[in-house]
């Protein structure tokens, strides 16, 4: 990996030549950043800019079903296999399906349409919830284990990159 050349007293900082492999908690902690950043831009917009707000909804919308697929086909049964702690399991699986509900909901929605503001700013404590459980619970469980983060990395990487989803 090459460097850029910096002042001697600043450390330099790597150029990425090739994608790195990912442990499988980054990138769903990469996830969760994102879909973060992308409510509070959300939360940002003024009532009267309905085609970004429904942009964004959407982009959300999407982000969120993508990560779930990972997590749900990929993630939570090899987490399963390790920590053997269904209740933080199966709270996780309920979470998701109520986030899916929500997200059906806010797809065919409008701006302008009442509750669409609501329902956004509930997906999001809903989220911001589940964040919380995985990055406070869960996630250190797995570290614990001897589960392959880097292997399920990449396999949540390339699951994510096929996921094509049908157009709203």
């Not at 769903?28 to 942009?55: C, P, T, W, Y």
């Not at 979470?95 to 409008?110: F, G, N, P, V, Y």
């Not at 994510?160 to 157009?167: A, D, G, T, V």
């Amino acid at each position: 990996m090459r460097t850029t050349s910096t002042s001697s007293d600043k450390i330099p900082k790597p150029i990425p030549t090739e994608t790195q492999p990912q442990d499988a908690i980054a990138l769903l902690i990469e996830d969760h950043e994102e879909v973060k950043a992308m409510f509070e831009q959300f939360e940002g917009l003024s009532d009267r800019a309905n085609v970004s707000k429904r942009k964004l909804a959407l982009q959300i919308c999407e982000a969120l079903t993508k990560h779930a697929m990972i997590e749900e086909e990929i993630f939570y049964p090899a987490v399963r296999e390790v920590i053997k702690d269904e209740d933080l399991m199966d709270e996780a699986v309920v979470e998701h399906a109520s986030a899916k509900d929500l997200i059906a909901q806010i797809q065919t929605m409008e701006p302008t349409d009442d509750l669409f503001d609501a329902k956004v700013k509930v997906l999001s404590e809903m989220i911001e919830h589940h964040v919380e459980e995985e990055e406070g619970e869960m996630f250190p469980k797995v570290r614990k284990t001897k589960l392959d983060l880097e292997e399920l990395g990449e396999a949540m990487a390339v699951r994510k990159e096929s996921i094509e989803l049908p157009p709203i």
